[in-house]
């Protein structure tokens, strides 16, 4: 249950800033450019461990609500369809650059809209007992039309072109995790005439 949880979290939270107000006067706040000399100590600065098993969805609420929401990658993923095992973590598993982009975290501070440190691999996705059947995945988009271009050319998503203009995609490339997955928005992003060919008008 969450609820009882966020709840407990949110009155700790109370205390603990009554606490400081009776100390300190003045409540916390965001890190401001002007935080440094000699006064910067005695901010009420609220330091934060990251740990995986930290309730993620006090600071990242716009992913949590993403579990409701079968247009995302994660909301494909809710864990009541999947399995009660998964979490923010089973795709989130990189777990040094998580503690490494938590480090100087401190309650407060606004979430990313993107990813800067970590990434959802690959081969997170193709995991074993996961989407680990390539031939399975080409066929299940084989007849899809979304992707095809002003002149007409179709292209299965799950077997594109393997030149060096499409390396390093991920499958993150098309299946966002907390937004609407756009990939034809991908593809636009370079192919910005809607044409799958380079070299043909220049
Ligand atoms: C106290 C608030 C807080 C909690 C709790 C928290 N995060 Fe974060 N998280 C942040 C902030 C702030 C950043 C941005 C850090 C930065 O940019 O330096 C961040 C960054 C991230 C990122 C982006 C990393 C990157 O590649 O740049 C991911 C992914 C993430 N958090 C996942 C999680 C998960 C999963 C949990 C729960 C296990 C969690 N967070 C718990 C505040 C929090
Ligand atoms: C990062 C830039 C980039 C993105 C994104 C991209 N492409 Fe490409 N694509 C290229 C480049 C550059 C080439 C030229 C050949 C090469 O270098 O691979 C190419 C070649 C192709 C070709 C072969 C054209 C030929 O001459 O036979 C097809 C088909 C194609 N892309 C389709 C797509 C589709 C569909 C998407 C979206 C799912 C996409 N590409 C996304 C850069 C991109
Ligand atoms: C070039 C874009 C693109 C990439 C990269 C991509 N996909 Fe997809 N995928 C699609 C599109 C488009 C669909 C069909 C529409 C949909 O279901 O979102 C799809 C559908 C799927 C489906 C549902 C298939 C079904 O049975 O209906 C799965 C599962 C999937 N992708 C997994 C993956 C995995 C795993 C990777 C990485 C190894 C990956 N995709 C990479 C674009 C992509
Ligand atoms: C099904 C896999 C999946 C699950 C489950 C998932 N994420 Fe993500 N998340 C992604 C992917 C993929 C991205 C990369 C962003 C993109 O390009 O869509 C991402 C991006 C993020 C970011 C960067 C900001 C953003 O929204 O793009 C944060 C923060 C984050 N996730 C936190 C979380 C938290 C917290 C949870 C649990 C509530 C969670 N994620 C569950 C796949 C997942
Ligand atoms: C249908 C014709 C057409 C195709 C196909 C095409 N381009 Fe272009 N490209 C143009 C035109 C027209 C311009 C000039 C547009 C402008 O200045 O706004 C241009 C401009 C560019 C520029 C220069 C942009 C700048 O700001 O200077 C780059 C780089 C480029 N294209 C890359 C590509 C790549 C990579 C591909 C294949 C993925 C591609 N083009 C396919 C028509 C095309």
Redesign the pocket.
């Known amino acids: 249950m969450k609820t009882p949880r966020k709840l407990v979290l949110a009155l700790g939270l109370c205390a603990l800033l009554m606490g400081l107000s009776i100390m300190n006067g003045c409540a916390p706040r965001e890190r401001q450019p002007d935080d440094v000399g000699e006064n910067a100590s005695e901010l009420p600065v609220m330091s934060f461990t990251w740990s995986p098993e930290s309730e993620c969805d006090v600071c990242h609420g716009t992913e949590e609500l993403s579990w409701g929401d079968r247009t995302t990658t994660a909301g494909l993923h809710n864990p009541s369809v999947i399995s009660d095992q998964f979490d923010c973590m089973t795709c989130h598993n990189d777990r040094a650059g998580l503690t490494s982009a938590h480090e100087e975290v401190i309650i407060g501070d606004k979430a990313p809209t993107r990813l800067w440190e970590t990434e959802v691999a690959?081969e997170t996705?193709?995991a074993s007992g996961c989407?680990d059947d390539e031939a399975a995945?080409r066929e299940?988009?084989a007849g899809?039309t979304?992707?095809t271009d002003t002149k007409g050319t179709t292209v299965n998503?799950?077997d594109?072109p393997t030149g060096e203009g499409h390396s390093g995609?991920?499958?993150s490339?098309?299946?966002k995790g907390h937004a609407a997955?756009e990939?034809e928005k991908?593809?636009t992003s370079c192919h910005h005439e809607r044409v799958y060919e380079c070299g043909t008008c220049h």
């Open positions: 690959t996705c193709t989407h995945r299940a988009t899809l979304l992707l998503p799950h594109l995609f991920t499958c490339s098309c299946h997955s990939p991908f593809c």
